[in-house]
Antibody
Framework: EVQLVESGGGLVQPGGSLRLSCAAS????????MHWVRQAPGKGLVWVSR????????MYMDSVKGRFTISRDNVKNTVYLQMNSLRAEDTAVYYC?????????WGQGTLVTVSS | DIVMTQSPDSLAVSLGERATINCKSS????????????LAWYQQKPGQPPKLLIY???TRESGVPDRFSGSGSGADFTLTISSLQAEDVAVYYC?????????FGQGTKVEIK
């Protein structure tokens, strides 16, 4: 059974940091590109970042460039999102998504709340 | 970035009737080399993650009821629910994965009339 389990969310003050993790199982993790997609409360889905299968290439949405870093560990079958200098507008549920050609697998999400 | 526009924003349909959601992309998402459209449809219920229904514009995900179907090519796509059931009340999103960044439609809320 395919599983993507996110963790690391929580309440953080503006300017703070969090590291999200997404542990994968049930598929060949090292063959999949991994993405993070977020959803602010009551809003739609927004792509945040992606890393290729061997971790050598990453992309980010403009508003998180320089603040967020995506990485992966193909031994631990885990993808990470290091989030620094967090802002109120980063408040959202963050989903990790595995893509082996199409976005086939989604996690349950982890809530990040940025508030003082 | 490719802009995805869904219509309508909301839709009320009687039980057993057909529901149709449209999705337009600002540029084609068709790969001529693979003869595939990089377009997915999702269903999202409150408090749940998006559930993949359709990918490659018309391929139904395993386990998805056959009342859900996707059609279209290039820049115009449609999700059809042939006979609306109570459990289909949700928000539906289209998404292009033709190029990064992935982009999503704004969502269509489907309710029972």
């Amino acid at each position: 059974e395919v599983q993507l389990v996110e963790s690391g969310g929580g309440l953080v003050q503006p300017g703070g940091s969090l590291r999200l993790s997404c542990a994968a199982s049930g598929f060949t993790f090292s063959s999949y590109w991994m993405h993070w997609v977020r959803q602010a409360p009551g809003k739609g889905l927004v792509w945040v970042s992606r890393v290729n299968s061997d971790g050598s290439s990453a992309m980010y949405m403009d508003s998180v460039k320089g603040r967020f870093t995506i990485s992966r560990d193909n031994v631990k079958n885990t993808v990470y999102l290091q989030m620094n200098s967090l802002r109120a507008e980063d408040t959202a549920v963050y989903y990790c998504v595995a893509s082996g050609g199409w976005p086939g697998y989604w996690g349950q999400g982890t809530l990040v709340t940025v508030s003082s | 970035d490719i802009v995805m526009t869904q219509s309508p924003d909301s839709l009320a349909v009687s039980l057993g009737e057909r529901a149709t959601i449209n999705c337009k992309s600002s540029q084609s998402v068709f790969y001529s080399s693979t003869n595939k459209n990089s377009l997915a449809w999702y269903q999202q219920k409150p408090g749940q993650p998006p559930k993949l229904l359709i990918y490659w514009a018309s391929t139904r995900e395993s386990g998805v009821p056959d009342r859900f179907s996707g059609s279209g090519s290039g820049a115009d796509f449609t999700l059809t629910i042939s006979s609306l059931q109570a459990e289909d009340v949700a928000v539906y999103y289209c998404q292009q994965y033709y190029t990064n960044p992935w982009t999503f439609g704004q969502g269509t809320k489907v309710e029972i009339k």
